[in-house]
């Protein structure tokens, strides 16, 4: 059920964005009572009563009775114009209500038994897709809250607003079976932390293998190390030498025979 409250107010005299403006002026928040087949009241109130009212969760749920000019009106807040940079109220306006008035408000939600839940005992993850919910129903059958209770949800599983039982005369405004919260799984990875004796064990491997292979490398310029490209010298040197040999014999010309002696030997 509602609350039930008196809000204390001022009238005004003049409509309009200048007379609005010297409200302002003169410290005070600028609203108007509407409805209920009456003409509009003009009305401020004062800004640290109305900031006060707002910070309740069920602000639009409550009942305000106003008294102007010894006359009662019974209210509730419809809307509440805030300054762009500031975010205080610069204008407010309610509606004036009877039994049979039928309001749409929203209905704040209210999560229980979260330790109750095995998917959220092993880390999942309360995704709450709305926190209010608007309903459509007669000012004093108005819960202050809907309650949802999240025993025996495991990871993946949600909650929907036909689970949800409301007070008699109270129908949700949208129509489908939409989703108020779910549980899902854990995003973050767990890392399995290295243990000290481990991580002693890892290190000295390391420092074993960096030694054992400074080990089995000589130093240069030690004894029976071979040069860098020595035995590449010396091959280069002794192909060089043999082409030049080869060529030298395959450009000399070749040795002529030695003629016979035309004629034999002459006899005295």
Do not use: W
Request: aromatic share 2%; glycine share 12%.
């Amino acid at each position: 059920m509602p609350k039930t409250s008196t809000l204390q107010v001022q009238g005004r005299d003049r409509a309009g964005k200048g007379a609005a403006r010297a409200t302002r002026r003169g410290g005070l928040v600028p609203g108007v009572i509407y409805g209920g087949n009456q003409d509009a009241t003009l009305i401020a109130l004062e800004p640290r009563v109305l900031v006060s009212l707002m910070h309740d969760p069920a602000f639009k749920i409550n009942i305000f009775e106003v008294e102007i000019g010894g006359k009662k009106h019974r209210t509730m807040a419809m809307d509440v114009q805030l300054h762009p940079v500031s975010d205080q109220p610069i204008h407010a306006d309610f509606r004036r209500i009877e039994k049979d008035t039928l309001v749409r408000v929203p209905i704040p939600v209210r999560f229980h038994n979260e330790a109750a839940s095995p998917g959220i005992k092993v880390g999942g993850v309360l995704n709450i897709v709305r926190h209010e919910v608007e309903v459509r129903g007669r000012p004093d059958d108005l819960p202050d809250h809907i309650d949802v209770d999240l025993t025996g949800l495991e990871i993946g599983d949600s909650v929907h607003i036909n689970a949800v039982t409301l007070p008699k005369g109270i129908k949700v405004t949208i129509a489908r079976n939409f989703t108020i919260c779910s549980v899902a799984p854990p995003t973050i990875m767990t890392v399995e932390e290295e243990t000290p004796a481990a991580a002693a064990t890892t290190a000295e491997g390391a420092v074993a293998a960096e030694g054992d292979a400074a080990a089995g490398a000589p130093a240069a310029g030690a004894p029976g190390a071979a040069a860098p490209g020595a035995g590449a010298k010396g091959a280069a040197a002794t192909g060089a030498k043999g082409a030049a040999g080869a060529k030298g014999a395959a450009g000399a010309p070749k040795a002529a025979a030695a003629p016979p002696k035309a004629g034999g030997d002459k006899k005295k």
